[in-house]
């Protein structure tokens, strides 16, 4: 048996990191059959190799208007010949796109929001809108050759079906979370995250993500502005995880703000961080705090939960659908109920005790990674 992994448009950070954790699994597995994956070439694949059964090719992600000519190219010319050539048994497409049929049985992982979810209130510019409009032309291509169609969540199933309809009624769709991660240590994750937190100076709350509008670091921003005095006076700190490089103007204005509005003591920003760094961090915080407007699954959420963190969430469909019981939800787009969720949360051991322990529970049905392959080889067949 031969199968294909096509990973190449995996270079947004929950993706590309689920990538990544399959990757570690199928080397140190060494499933014996013949494994051919195709990544993007960035520096989180650097020190990645395969083996005699996982064949791994790296391909260039170019730049501005080529990064569109290639990547039509790659999808309509390339990868469908290079199937043909390999002749495999299945395509595992992570992430959106394949537009053209390909050689074997094709499974589909849709791993983009906006397919589903209305983004024009977050992203207004022109540019962003079109290529939203090709994405979804380009996805709806991809679903008229697929044979299995995976989500992350029961939320993103009822939102495909009350989009694409009828397109999609030919195809099997099988809901599939994200796997917890094999990179961070989880061994010390017993520690009793309220406790050990009253020994800190500060009472961390983390922001895991990298910027994106939609991620909504700007609620956090005016949340901390409104109500400084009362995060100074409870020893409250938000950490979040912006890298220098990403995220262009947008991002660069955040951050410049957050200094002009002398909000450093309150947001302290870590940059971006590897998946194995954070370990450290979860085993320090209070809790998660994750205000994105919009999710297909969320990463942090899980690995947060496996660190027995509390989460304080919207009042959103990704975010029930992740955290269910162990979400503490506030009103999407309300500024006191958040900072109300939060304070009570942070200030209440034994409230944080009874979180910690649902959110222990709660990530038990998540799958790990070795898990999560033997259900993806299973659509194989």
């Not at 990544?20 to 960035?42: A, D, G, Q, T």
């Not at 039509?72 to 010949?81: K, N, S, T, V």
């Not at 006076?233 to 991002?251: H, V």
């Not at 954070?278 to 660190?307: D, K, V």
């Amino acid at each position: 048996m031969k199968i294909i992994f096509n990973s190449y448009n995996t270079v947004g950070a929950g993706p590309s990191n689920v990538t990544k954790f399959i990757l570690k699994s199928l080397v140190e597995r060494k499933v014996p059959y013949k494994k051919y994956f195709i990544i993007p070439r960035i520096y989180l694949f650097e020190d990645v190799e395969g083996n005699s059964c996982l064949k791994i090719y790296k391909i260039p992600v170019l730049r501005n208007f080529l990064k569109y000519v290639f990547r039509g190219f790659y999808d309509i010319f390339l990868f469908p010949a290079v199937t043909l050539i390999l002749n495999p048994t299945a395509v595992i497409v992570l992430a959106n796109y394949s537009p053209m049929k390909v050689c074997g049985k094709k499974i589909v992982f849709m791993r983009h929001p906006f397919l589903v979810d209305k983004f024009s209130k977050i992203y207004d510019d022109p540019k962003t809108f079109i290529i939203e409009r090709i994405r979804k032309i380009v996805f709806i291509l991809t679903l008229m050759s697929t044979d299995v169609l995976v989500v992350q969540s029961s939320y993103m199933k009822r939102a495909l079906l009350k989009r694409f309809g009828k397109r999609v009624a030919h195809l099997h769709i099988y809901i599939l979370p994200n796997p917890i991660s094999n990179l961070i240590d989880f061994n010390e994750s017993n520690i009793d995250t309220c406790v050990k937190n009253d020994n800190n100076n500060h009472k961390i709350v983390l922001f895991i993500s990298r910027y994106y509008p939609h991620k909504n670091h700007c609620f956090l921003v005016k949340l901390a502005e409104k109500y400084q005095n009362e995060f100074r006076r409870g020893k409250i700190k938000f950490y979040i995880t912006i890298g220098a490089s990403e995220g262009g103007r947008r991002a660069r204005r955040l951050l410049d703000k957050i200094v002009e509005q002398k909000l450093g003591d309150i947001i302290y920003n870590l940059g971006e961080l590897p998946n194995t760094a954070l370990a450290q961090y979860y085993r320090t915080a209070r809790c998660l705090f994750f205000p994105s407007q919009s999710e297909t699954f969320g990463n942090p959420l899980i690995e947060a939960m496996a660190y027995g963190l509390p989460v304080i969430v919207p009042d959103l469909g990704y975010a029930k659908a992740v955290c269910g019981e162990a979400g503490t939800y506030y009103n999407t787009g309300d500024l006191a109920d958040a900072f109300d969720k939060i304070m009570t949360l942070v200030g209440d051991n034994l409230l944080c005790e009874k979180y910690s322990r649902i959110s222990r529970i709660r990530v038990k049905k998540i799958p790990t990674t070795d898990q999560w392959i033997d259900e993806v080889l299973s659509l194989t067949v």
